[in-house]
């Protein structure tokens, strides 16, 4: 793992930098000489001490873990991704992150799913599991607990 996806995850787990922000510390890195110092210099300019401030009392606080992650420039970053509007600057992952370079598929829902909705995707998902790799967010009513691994 990266120093920057390192830097980012301690940044995504004080809860509270923006995807936006990410991306801004993301380009700053392609040409940083001290990425931590010119990301906190950033930060200061974007919130102002009192925030920063907070932020860095929280960020010093954040452990990594068995954490895994890429950023947006890592070669593992799926391709399409990086081509939608505000694409994720990090990605957490489990298991093998080289099925992200294969087809994969997403289905996204409503964190309290009905009965109806429910049944429709449990009867889609299986003739899905064999072709595509099927991406969760893990989110509450994710579709994980349907799939089995491929």
Do not use: H
């Not at 995504?12 to 922000?21: C, V």
């Not at 890429?70 to 694409?87: A, G, V």
């Amino acid at each position: 793992m990266t120093e920057l996806t390192k830097f980012l995850i301690k940044c995504r787990l004080t809860g509270m930098i923006s995807n936006q922000i990410m991306l801004k510390i993301i380009k700053k890195s392609i040409n940083s000489a001290n990425l931590i110092t010119e990301s906190f210099d950033l930060l200061k300019q974007e919130w102002g001490l009192d925030k920063f401030q907070r932020f860095r009392f929280l960020f010093d606080k954040q452990r990594i873990g068995s954490l895994n992650a890429i950023n947006y420039l890592d070669f593992e970053y799926p391709e399409l991704l990086r081509t939608i509007y505000n694409p994720p600057a990090l990605l957490f992952f489990e298991g093998n992150i080289a099925l992200l370079k294969t087809e994969c598929i997403a289905i996204v829902g409503a964190r309290q799913a009905s009965d109806y909705s429910f049944r429709c995707i449990s009867g889609l998902v299986p003739r899905l599991v064999n072709r595509y790799t099927i991406v969760s967010g893990l989110a509450k009513g994710s579709i994980l607990g349907l799939i089995r691994p491929r």
